[in-house]
């Protein structure tokens, strides 16, 4: 989601939970899920909050044989009608693409589709959109080779990006911020420095979060002026809403254990 701009999201694409998923990659946030049919009724809710706040929302087929296939956000990379199919950073994820770019031909047809090449690799959920202004987590997933892929397409699209370090302690850059609206960028202490992000433009802040809420710092804005966002964060809550935005809280925790957040669920187009 992160690669859009507000008023960009009315569709989205998701993927139903495998019932496989308590073999789902495991690392950073979580150690794996132990509650399928639950993790099944929080990926329902969080489909559902898209629904109910507007946005058209398809669900693609569960598949068994990829456990972590309902993190779309991370096989393809939508900017500005344009699209990069990234080679994903694990292994076992590659797979998970076929059904997703079929889908994305179909609905963007007459769009141009760029797939990486060689040994460029990166996860969508690297990258993160404040305005006309991208970030790139330079991460275990995302390699120089694949940045400069995106770098070649921001380009072409006029748009400046910029390169931030992730720690090993966390997966993604939007495992660990987001920008609730195309003017504020939410992050935690501890784990990005805090020039890193550079000088933003005008009407632009980072506001910090505690190290300890981490998880929460991933929320997504939605057009018509809700936030969603993971419950258990109450500073990044008390925050969203003191920034005037209308707070839609959905129970994370088994998509958490396998270190999922909320924009990874989701690839708005
Ligand atoms: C993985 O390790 O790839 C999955 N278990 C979690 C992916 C989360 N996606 C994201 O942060 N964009």
């Not at 669900?59 to 309902?70: A, E, Q, T, W």
């Not at 179909?106 to 090449?117: A, E, P």
């Not at 925050?239 to 690839?267: K, N």
Request: glycine share 8%.
């Amino acid at each position: 989601m992160a690669t859009v701009r507000l008023g960009q999201k009315n569709r989205a694409l998701t993927r139903a939970v495998p019932d496989s998923f308590d073999r789902a990659l495991a690392k950073f946030f979580g150690s794996g899920p132990t509650d399928i049919p639950l993790a099944k009724a929080q990926h329902t809710a969080y489909c559902q909050a898209l629904v109910d706040a507007g946005i058209e929302v398809t669900i693609l087929p569960k598949d068994n044989d990829h456990p972590d296939c309902i993190f779309v956000e991370d096989q393809a990379v939508v900017i500005d009608g344009h699209v990069l199919l990234p080679v994903p950073g694990h292994p076992s994820r590659v797979n998970e693409q076929p059904p997703i770019s079929e889908f994305i031909n179909r609905q963007l047809s007459g769009t141009k589709i760029c797939s990486m090449n060689g040994g460029a690799r990166m996860d969508g959920g690297d990258i993160l959109r404040l305005g006309d202004l991208f970030f790139v987590g330079r991460s275990s997933r995302t390699n120089d080779a694949g940045i400069e892929e995106l770098q070649d397409l921001l380009t072409h699209l006029g748009h400046e990006l910029r390169i931030i370090e992730i720690p090993d302690q966390a997966l993604h850059l939007t495992s660990i911020s987001s920008t609730p609206t195309d003017k504020v960028i939410l992050a935690p202490e501890g784990f990005i420095s805090k020039d890193a992000f550079g000088e933003l433009p005008d009407g632009c802040e980072v506001k910090w979060m505690p190290a300890e809420e981490v998880y929460g710092c991933n929320t997504i804005g939605l057009p018509n002026g809700q936030v969603l966002v993971a419950e258990g964060y109450p500073t990044v809550l008390k925050t969203l809403q003191a920034m005037g935005l209308d707070t839609v809280l959905l129970d994370m925790s088994q998509i958490r254990e396998a270190d999922g957040s909320l924009t990874c669920c989701s690839l708005f187009f």
